[in-house]
């Protein structure tokens, strides 16, 4: 069973960062790739990034892109984003996943993501 638990949500003013963290538990070896996605109201989920757990490669959706750093700690058993320069789009509910597959790649579908963790709220305003 894999268990993920995001924190580190919260106010942030334009402009600013703030860090993510999934904390993973359970059948650890089937974490090959963890993603993050975000979801805002009325608006359908959206990848934000992806790691492969093992050789350290990402992927970035082309919106957040140079503001954003996906990095696992498999020491830790945890995920991170890192978010800098935060803009008002960036306001979401954002969930970790992470998938058991390694054929679709750094996907940013989630479909192809099998766990979920429940989420934590970013919100940027002045």
């Known amino acids: 069973q894999v268990q993920l638990v995001e924190s580190g949500g919260g106010l942030v003013q334009p402009g600013g960062s703030l860090s993510l963290s999934c904390a993973t538990s359970g059948r650890t070896f089937d974490m090959h790739v963890m993603g993050w996605f975000r979801q805002a109201p009325g608006k359908e989920r959206e990848f934000v990034a992806a790691?492969?757990?093992?050789?350290?490669?990402?992927r970035y959706a082309d919106s957040v892109k140079g503001r954003f750093t996906i990095s696992t700690d498999n020491a830790k058993n945890t995920v991170n984003l890192q978010m800098n320069n935060l803009k008002p789009e960036d306001t979401a509910v954002y969930y970790c996943?992470?998938?058991?597959?390694?054929?679709?790649?750094?996907?940013?579908?989630?479909?192809?993501?099998?766990?979920w963790g429940l989420g934590t709220q970013v919100t940027v305003v002045v």
């Open positions: 996943a992470s998938s058991s597959h390694t054929e679709w790649g750094l996907t940013s579908n989630s479909d192809h993501y099998n766990s």
């Open positions: 790691i492969n757990r093992i050789n350290r490669l990402t």
